[in-house]
Structure formats: C-alpha cells, structure tokens
C-alpha cells in the first residue's frame, strides 16, 4: 500500500550545461554549446549526472538546486529524479516557489547514483547545482538504544536524551526510499530521527496536480517495544518555523482485503478531538499510544515541510499514586496537546498550500484553552522544579503570546487581543504568563512593550470603578470569576511595579486589592479564586478571612473529594473546579498530610488522571469540552503540593568547565557538550539538539562553524535551529550568510534563528536589522529569499525599524515571484503590530495595492489580493467586548473613533491608488475587498 501519488512526468527531455567544481557539489549551468551536436534551440533537453558510486549500508546528502531563482519564471519548471542503482528513488519539480530538493539516501543496491534533470521542450533551463555527499557515521552504523534507560520517575524515559556508555547512537537519520509500509525504517524507540520531507512540493508546481501533490512526503518507520510491561508513549513531531500541518500516526501489522497491510493502532489515543474546522482535520503533531512488550509498530510521518525530529517518550500508564509522576505525564501531554492545537488551528488558522495567505486573525490564535491554559499550566510546574522537557513546545506557545499583542486604536501605549471576549482575563493574564517563562526558563529581560501595554488597558478598565466589576463573559460557559481577574491584575501591577519602581503601579495594585477583598464568592468558582487571591496577596495579613473561605469551601466537599460549580451540595461536581480548589488550597498552605478534605480531594485527583496522561471528566458547566482546563488545574495544584526534583535557586553547569547559573532550558536534559562529533552526523545532530541555554564561547564557535562549513544540510539545518534557541547574538553574521544556502531547510532554520535574535537580544539588534536590511537587499537572489522568509510569522519585535520596512517594501518589486510573495506576507504582518502608527500603515497599504497593477504572476497576484484583505480586516465584535470593558464613555469614544479614523485612512488610500490604477490594478483591488479564500469554505455548491 503506497500513499505516494505519483505526478506525470513530462517526458524524456534533454539539456547540455557546463559543470564546474564547488564547496558542497557540482553546478550546472546553460551554455549554448551542445553535446555531439544534439539537439537544436527551444528543443526539450534533459541530461543524466552519474553523482557517485554508492553502497549499500551507508547514507548519502543529495541536494539539487536552483543557483539563481531569478532564472526560474513563470510556468518554468525542471524535474529532478535521484535514483540508485536499482532505479528511481525519489522526484520532484523545481519551480519559482521551491528552488531545491534535499534528500538522504539509503542505496538499495551497489551501484551509481544519478540525478536527471528534464525540462519541457522551449523552457529555459536555469543554472542547477548538484551535490553528493557521504553521510559521516563515526566509522559505524548507529545501533538503536535500549527502550528504557535507567531515569529518575520525575522525568520520562526517553533515549534521545543521553547517549548509552557502550557508545551507540542516540539518533536516526531518516533515509529514502521509506515512502510506503513495506519500506519501513527500523528504529529502536527512544531514539530521535532526523529527517527530511523536501521530496514533498514546498509549493505545487505550476503544472503540477496540486491534489495529487499533497499525498508526496509521507516516510514510514517501524520498531518493536522491549520494555518490560506496558507503557504510555508520547511521539512529538518537531519541525522549526511551521507554516503547514503536519502529522505522526501509529499503526500495527494487520490486513485489509485478505492481504498484508498495516492498520491503524488507537489504543491509548487521547479522547479530545480537536474542532473539525481545520484545512486538514484530524493531523496532529503529538499523538499518544498504550506500547505493549514485543509488539511491532508502524510510525507514518507526514513532516510537511523541509527539515523535522520525531521524539519519543515512554511512562508508566495512569493513574498513578505517586503524584509526582502525575505532573511529569500530565505537563507533558497539556503542553504537546496545546501545541499541536496551534500547528493545525481550526477556523482555517493554518492554510494548506504556501501559496494562500494565512487568515490574520486565527493564524495568530492564542485561544485560552490551547494557548494560555496549557503555558499557565506548564510554567508552573517549571517553577515548581520540574524540568521543561518538552521544549520546542513551550518555546513555540510562548513565541505566540509574545506577538500576539495588536495596539488598539485611539488609546497610546495599549494593546488588545482581536480572537478573545475576556478582554480583562487576558490583559491580566499575558503579562505574567511572559513572565513565568522569563524567570524560570530563558532569564531573558522583559520584551519591551509587552506587559506594560496590557496594563495601560487594565488602568482604562479600572479607571474611576468604586465596586469590583463582577464576571466577565468568555464567549462560553462558566464565565471568568472576578476574583481571577483581580488576582491577574494585582499580580501583574505588582510586578510592574518592582521592575521600575513607578509608584503608579503600587496605586494600581492596591487599587485592585481595595476592589477585591470585599466582594463576596457567587459560586465555588469565585470562592476558589478568592483564597487563590487573598493567599496570593498576603497568606499571614488575611489567614482569618482565609480560614474562613476554606471552612465554607469545606461545606460544599462531597464524599468522594469533589465539587460543585454552584452553592449546592446536591449539584453536579466538576473536575476543573475540584482540582482548583486543591490549588487554592495549597497555596493557603493547607497540607494532605494533616488535612483529610484535601487528602481526600488529592487522592481523587490522582485517580481521575485519565490512561494517555490527561485529566478530561465530565464536561457538565463547560461551553467548550476540552482537557485543557482541567489538566492545567491539576499540574499546578499537584505541583505546588509535590515539588519536582530542582528548586528554583538550584544552580546547574550549563557545560563541563562552562558557566554557571539558574536552570534554565537545559535542567532536567543532559549536559551539551564541549566537543562536537564533527565525524558521525547522527551523534552531532543528537548533539546540537541539546543547545538551549547560551553555551560558552567555544562550543558556539563549533557550531558556527558546522553552519558555514558542513557539507550535511541536516547538521547546517541543526546548527541554524541550535544558535536561534540560545538566541545567540554573535551568530547574526554567519546566519545571514546561511540565508542564501542551496537548501531551504537552511535557510528557513537561519531565517527563525535571525528572528530569533533579534527579538530576544535588544543590545544586538539594531546591528542585526542592519545586516538583515543589506540582506533583503542582496544581489544573491536566494539570499533575498532567505530574508523575506524571516518575515514568516512572529517578527513584532522588529517592526520599530522603518529602514527595515523600507527594504522588505522594496522586494514587492523583486524579479523573483517568490521573494516577492514573501515580502506581501511579510507587509500585512507588520502592519497588524503597527496600526497605531499612520504612515507606515498608510506606506504598507499603498504599496500592496500599487504592486497589483503590474503583477501577473499567478501566485503573487493571489498574495496580494489576499494580503490586503488581512490588512483590511478587522474583528469589530471582539473589539467591541474590549471597549465594553472600558470603565469611561470617554475611554470607550477614544477607541471607537480611533478605530473610525484608521477606517478612513484606508479608504483614501485605496481611492488614490484606484485613480491612478490600471484595469489590471483596479480589478485586483476591489477582488480584496472582498474575497478570501477561507469566504468560500462555507459556500453551498450551487
């Protein structure tokens, strides 16, 4: 059974190029000279390189290359065919909007490696570099690891963690032809493989089946579980910059129609599914299995884009008795359930092909139950001293809260959130979600113009207000009690207030505690709140009132250790507000051990916790059915209780004879080390992975060198990802050179670890936005793709830079559509962090709708339309929530007519442009104002 479709191939055609020797291959260039005198000008050509001799049990980088993409117009296309001695491995268009084609190779047999490239007949065949490179193994192939190394119960076994003393690799490098079941890869669970999906289009081409396109890239695995009982797995796909979903399932040897076949595997699969609004419903990044000893499995990964890692983890299945183990599974599974709701956001949050644009307002989704539950969820037990194992979940889920923020019309300095009701929730809520991450995990400084715009909106909400505003709607059942509001707020005006000294914030805050104290719990939800606040506050200043709280939170405890949502014993209980209680207990200071209600109410806790590690019960008093709520609920009350393995003031060695400092991104993983293993790829990749915390200055000067100098575009790929995680500052150079790489998957990893950077390391980036301003505007038009690749998603905290604006403007006027593709999506982000900044809003507009009257590529001119459109929108219903929450008829007319004037300015700038337009552009023009392609998903066929 194969899911590969494969696309018609145009033909035997020919071309003659002159080759010539570089660094990392061969390059092929147009001459005008023929081979024996063959073929005739305008005819097709094609031409057959032998690459290398290969063998079987050794891998091989393949990487084919378009050298100058301005070279590569219209409807142009070539064919790349890798194959081994016993034929075809793998095929793919190169066109304007995938420039290369990277692939590791496992040969089937001894024998030549070649490459064929084939054109249609009366094409202009661009300059094609070619490279073939043996994959560097140490003197050995990798051997798989044991399924459970010896580890600590606070943490998951997991074997790509360290590598075992007898020296066998920790790592698998993904390696074709694996595209269907039959061809599966071996490899031992725990091990991470490496891999890349770039046989799949980066974009369709042209001519190509665009339907047929989408079923490429799938690559198969297989393993056999040597664990001594049964365990909980977690297989977590990672991929650097998403764009795309992707997708990991879990199969078992079986049969369909009387013949061998794998079918699908669903024991131990989480019972949450996601809403169904997604352009590809049902794919997941994270899915979670019950592996049983001596069973086989099939691994299908569906990576969907250049360059990914596939992780795996093992527990022991819940529930557990040991409370502890139920932070570590439960944290894990809240924080990959969360992200792998944000790599497919439903509400067409992620689109299917690179070729559309993202719709403005899903795409930067930070819905509460996904985004803020999951963070709040995790951080906390971060802070109370559990390792943050799972990563590049959390590093994603806080990227996108960090550049969400959107300033919000009329008022100065202030920002709102357009996808959330709950405007006081989340004002409170973002501020001190930055700064749990920054404390317990990156020790960055606070991100300017970040929690102080959300607090300038608390002070309009709390502006002239006598009696505490009572609960907040959040779109769906239960609404937001007061008391978490007023504990968000206090805590984030206090925070604000010890980072600058600013008195104001100390009015704010005890402004708050004023409003709060004397307010009276309607339901168990406020009562949990209200000892949550009031133990926040000050434990010793009101343990009467507190007493007080527990002992009427006491009355409503039933039987069995649970709660209801409303003042009534006989009521339906409820998992989340249970497991609240216990938190807000906790942080009273009230003990399991010496307390029978809360012992009673822990053990019923641990026992709900569900077999893939979630705590997902009864949904009775919940719009939305989801294990966010209740699982985050339970981490932190558990956590709190139970403390993980480091506190806080623990000091770890970042690298033998390294510095020191606070955990960070590195506790709870092995140490990185000092010298790479610049022979063996796998254990370098394996290597490189373990870099999150700023290393010292000599294993950073390695793993630039590995970004320069290596002829593996996995270990470039690896050392872009490693210096984008440290967000290393002397690094920026060397990435900007990476921007120009002959592979994308480099490129896209050395445009996310610039962004990186530059957003994190404020001392350096008014050099770096210098740099990636010369870049943009670069003769090297591959590396002009590099930098407007940058501009992908999450780049807020470069937009205070209007010389940067002015290059990426420039590039809407670049010879290559795909530069110029990138740089519309680059200009209708920066105009959603800068809406409140008239010219440079006025600037974006006009020049997107100026490109329309000479654009005719296909693609690009969709852009635009579709660019425009986001600039355009607006969700006025949200926003009307937000002004709402404004305490003042004055504050709410600020905004209204703020909102009015921004209004106004796109029209003049629209009519402008129309007066002077030509057909072509008048016609694109007013195409935006209208359509999207998300408007036609809920059309009824005619």
């Known amino acids: 059974m194969s899911l590969l479709v494969p696309c018609a191939i145009l033909g035997a055609l020919c071309f003659m190029g002159a080759i010539q020797f570089g660094r990392f291959g061969l390059f092929i260039g147009n001459v005008e000279a023929r081979p024996h005198g063959v073929g005739r000008a305008g005819a097709a050509r094609s031409q057959e390189i032998k690459l290398g001799e290969a063998r079987p049990g050794s891998l091989y980088a393949v990487t084919v290359w378009v050298k100058d993409a301005v070279q590569a117009q219209g409807k142009g296309a070539v064919r790349a065919t890798v194959a081994d001695a016993s034929g075809t491995v793998a095929e793919k268009w190169l066109h304007s909007a995938d420039l290369d084609f990277y692939l590791t190779l496992r040969p089937r047999a001894r024998g030549p490696v070649t490459a064929t490239l084939s054109a249609p007949e009366g094409t202009r065949l661009p300059d094609i570099g070619v490279a073939f490179k043996p994959v560097p193994m140490g003197g050995a192939r990798p051997e798989p690891l044991a399924a459970h190394p010896t580890e600590s119960v606070e943490r998951p076994s997991a074997g790509n963690r360290q590598p075992t003393a007898d020296n066998r690799s920790p790592a698998v490098i993904a390696a074709q032809p694996n595209s269907t079941w039959e061809t599966a890869q071996r490899f031992e669970f725990g091990q991470t493989i490496y891999g890349s999906a770039d046989e799949r289009p980066y974009a369709p081409a042209p001519t190509e089946d665009a339907y047929a396109a989408m ?517 920026i150079a060397p990435l900007i050179t990476a921007l120009g790489d002959s592979s994308k998957m480099v490129q896209s990893a050395a445009a996310w670890a610039l962004r990186m950077i530059l957003s994190r390391r404020q001392d350096a980036a008014p050099r770096g936005r210098a740099l990636l301003a010369a870049a943009l505007r670069s003769p090297d038009a591959r590396r002009r793709w590099g930098a407007t690749r940058l501009f992908n998603q999450h780049f807020k905290y470069l937009t205070d830079d209007p010389e940067l604006l002015r290059a990426l403007t420039e590039r809407l006027n670049d010879p290559v559509p795909s530069v110029r593709f990138q740089a519309a999506s680059g200009l209708w982000r920066w105009y959603y962090w800068k809406a409140d900044d008239r010219d440079e809003r006025a600037a974006i507009l006009e020049a997107l709708a100026t490109r329309l009257n000479t654009e005719t590529d296909g693609m690009v001119r969709r852009g635009l339309h579709e660019s425009i459109y986001d600039v355009l929108d607006e969700n006025t219903g949200y926003m009307e929530a937000w002004i709402r929450t404004a305490s003042t008829q004055e504050d709410k007319d600020v905004i209204s007519k703020g909102y009015e004037a921004v209004v106004r300015d796109q029209a003049v700038v629209l009519a402008r442009v129309l007066r002077n337009s030509t057909a072509l552009g008048r016609e694109g023009i007013l195409t935006a104002l209208w359509d999207f392609h998300t408007r036609h998903m809920a059309l009824p066929t005619l």
């Open 215 to 731: 079923f490429k890239g799938f690559q198969w695995f297989r393993f056999t579980f040597h664990g001594a009982e049964p365990r909980l797995a977690y297989f977590v796909l990672n991929v650097t910059d998403r764009d795309v979903p992707l997708d990991v399932d879990i199969f078992q040897p079986g049969e369909y129609n009387g013949k061998a076949d794998v079918v699908p595997y669903n024991d131990g699969e989480f019972i949450y599914q996601i809403e169904a609004t997604q352009n590809y419903p049902g794919l997941y990044k994270f899915r979670t299995r019950i592996l049983r000893p001596g069973d086989t499995y099939y691994v299908r990964v569906d990576a969907n884009h250049p360059a990914w890692q596939l992780h795996t983890y093992d527990y022991p299945i819940p529930p557990y008795k040991d409370p502890r183990q139920a932070v570590r599974t439960g944290m894990d599974f809240l924080v990959n359930m969360g992200d792998t709701w944000l790599s497919n956001t439903p509400r067409r949050g992620s689109v299917a092909l690179r070729t559309s644009m993202a719709y403005s307002e899903t795409h930067l989704c930070i819905a509460c139950h996904p985004t803020q539950f999951t963070t709040r969820g995790y951080l906390t037990a971060v802070h109370n001293g559990y390792p943050p194992i799972q990563r590049p979940a959390i590093e994603f889920l806080a990227d996108r809260i960090y550049n969400n923020a959107r300033p919000l019309y009329g008022e100065p300095d202030t920002n709102w959130v357009r996808v959330i009701y709950s405007a006081r929730t989340v004002a409170s809520r973002l501020p001190l979600l930055a700064d749990m991450f920054e404390k317990n995990i990156t020790h960055d400084p606070p991100r300017p113009k970040f929690a102080v715009p959300y607090a300038n909106f608390l002070k309009i909400h709390y502006r002239d207000v006598k009696t505490m505003p009572g609960n907040e709607t959040d779109g769906c059942e239960p609404e937001v009690s007061p008391f978490e509001i007023a504990t968000q707020s206090w805590q984030t005006f206090d925070m604000l207030y010890r980072e600058t000294g600013d008195k104001q914030w100390a009015g704010e805050r005890d402004n708050v505690e004023r409003l709060a104290v004397p307010y009276k719990p309607e339901n168990m939800i406020d009562l949990n709140w209200k000892i949550h606040f009031l133990a926040t506050i000050g434990r010793e200043r009101y343990s009467k009132e507190l007493d007080a709280l527990i002992d009427q939170l006491y009355s409503y405890e039933r039987p069995d250790g649970m709660w209801p949502y409303p003042f009534d014993k006989q009521a339906r209980p409820a998992d989340f507000i249970s497991y609240h209680a216990i938190l807000a207990l906790a942080l009273a200071g009230r003990r399991p051990e010496t307390d029978e209600h809360l012992a009673r109410a822990v053990d019923a806790c641990l026992k709900a916790q569900r077999p893939e590690g979630s705590w997902e019960g009864d949904p009775v008093y919940q719009g939305f059915n989801t294990p966010f709520r209740a699982t985050q609920f339970a981490v932190m009350a558990l956590s709190t209780l139970y403390r993980g393995p480091r506190e806080p003031t623990f000091i770890t060695t970042l690298a033998p004879g390294g510095p020191t400092g606070p955990p960070g991104w590195n506790a709870g993983s092995p140490y990185p080390p000092t010298k790479l293993a610049a022979n063996n790829l796998p254990r370098l990749l394996d290597q490189l992975d373990r870099f999150w915390d700023l290393a010292p200055e000599p294993a950073l000067r390695q793993i630039r060198n590995v970004l320069l100098t290596s002829d593996q575009p996995l270990a470039r790929e690896a050392a872009a990802r490693a210096l984008g995680h440290m967000a290393d500052p002397s690094s």
